[in-house]
């Protein structure tokens, strides 16, 4: 009775959660498009982040193993970062995962491959532990930009992704010496993580490929020793029939 209780609570916890995310979700999109009002959608866009904020420091307290909790809820920790109400879109990451908790995809029919291949693609190649780098150090460098620079969060958000992926348009600059330094910083972890990050989805794509160009030649190849060995077995039996009937003429 206890058990059923605590698996009732939870999964009333898990549809809260959905409930939320998908809300963060339309109030990002109200936001982003100026629909509605846009204080009161503000005012809620802050209240679901302190709710995750809360949600978030709770989990990490009460886990047991706060390093795998980490890695598998960088997702969360960047949907409770206050840059911009964009970020809540990382509050998805959360929904991602309680559909595979309860496995509804399984339940749909619709596991397959491909979910295979996804989780394959986010942990197994290091791309979670990229992508979470690569947005600590623009979120970071933003932030000090904001700082010394005098600048919005919003502008300092953007000054980062430019430098960051070295497009560079140049509209917002750093004036102080210590904005430059943190543009110089800035400068070597986006070419550091991002070109690694890049380099993970091309290795990954590119070791799929192969690894199918590989498998259809040993099917290929399979099938070829298999035809070849039918026709040894033809063969011998055809040498065999040819030898009865020499026998059959040499009684005649």
């Known amino acids: 009775m206890k058990k059923h209780k605590w698996t009732r609570l939870i999964m009333c916890y898990h549809v809260i959660v959905t409930i939320l995310t998908l809300w963060s979700v339309v109030n990002v999109i109200l936001l982003t498009f100026h629909w509605g009002d846009w204080q009161l959608e503000k005012h809620i866009a802050d209240a679901l982040l302190g709710v995750f904020a809360v949600d978030y420091v709770s989990r990490f307290v009460t886990t047991p193993d706060r390093k795998t909790f980490l890695i598998h809820s960088a997702f969360d920790l960047l949907g409770i970062i206050p840059m911009h109400p964009v970020f809540a879109l990382f509050r998805l990451g959360r929904l991602a995962r309680l559909i595979r908790y309860h496995h509804l ?80 910083g800035l400068m070597f972890g986006g070419i550091g993580f991002i070109g690694l990050l890049t380099s993970t989805i091309t290795d990954f794509f590119t070791t799929d490929t192969q690894q199918a160009e590989q498998a259809e030649v040993t099917v290929t190849s399979t099938e070829v020793n298999l035809l070849l060995t039918k026709i040894d077995q033809l063969t011998t039996k055809v040498d065999q029939l040819q030898a009865d009937l020499d026998r059959l003429k040499h009684k005649h």
């Not at 339940?107 to 693609?121: Q, S, V």
């Not at 942990?123 to 970071?140: D, E, M, N, Q």
Request: proline share 2%; net charge negative.
């Open 105 to 184: 995809f399984y339940r749909l029919g619709w596991d397959g491959k491909w979910t295979h291949d996804f989780h394959r693609f986010i942990y197994s190649t290091g791309f979670i532990y990229l992508f979470s780098i690569s947005i600590a150090i623009i979120v970071l460098s933003a932030l000090l930009f904001s700082v010394f620079e005098h600048q919005s969060l919003s502008d300092s958000l953007w000054w980062a992704i430019t430098t960051a992926t070295t497009v560079g348009y140049g509209d917002d600059t750093p004036h102080t010496p210590v904005g430059k330094v943190i543009a110089v």
